[in-house]
């Protein structure tokens, strides 16, 4: 069976710090890019960082840069992402979502469409 078991939310105090984690099992890891995915309240589901362990490519929204970091344990299929200086603008159910890699590991990241798997939400809060 395909899973992939988020871990890592929280509650966060603004300009702090957390780790989020996906652990994924059931398919060929390096067929797919794992992504990081949020919705906050209101707001469409937005995608924010990928990692593609095929080619090590990453991927991150403009939002994100510079504060965010994605990499992967491959030994244990797992894929983090480490987010710094943290914001309310930051509060969101991340998800963890496997899609497919191309030729370039991350080029259908960030794209809902092109997502094959979910995993469960995990809710960040970060207070002001």
């Known amino acids: 069976d395909v899973q992939l078991q988020a871990s890592g939310g929280g509650l966060v105090q603004a300009g702090g710090s957390l780790r989020l984690s996906c652990a994924a099992s059931g398919f060929i890891f390096d067929d797919y890019a794992i992504n990081w995915f949020r919705q906050a309240p209101g707001k469409e589901r937005e995608g924010v960082s990928c990692?593609?362990?095929?080619?090590?490519?990453?991927y991150y929204a403009d939002s994100v840069k510079d504060r965010f970091t994605i990499y992967s344990d491959n030994r244990n299929n797992t894929v983090h992402l480490q987010r710094n200086s943290l914001g309310p603008e930051d509060t969101a159910v991340y998800y963890c979502?496997?899609?497919?890699?191309?030729?370039?590991?991350?080029?259908?990241?960030?794209?809902?469409?092109?997502?094959?798997?979910w995993g469960q939400g995990t809710l960040v809060t970060v207070s002001s």
């Open positions: 990692f593609a362990s095929r080619d090590g490519s990453t």
């Open positions: 979502a496997a899609t497919r890699a191309s030729y370039i590991g991350t080029y259908y990241c960030g794209k809902l469409e092109r997502v094959y798997y």
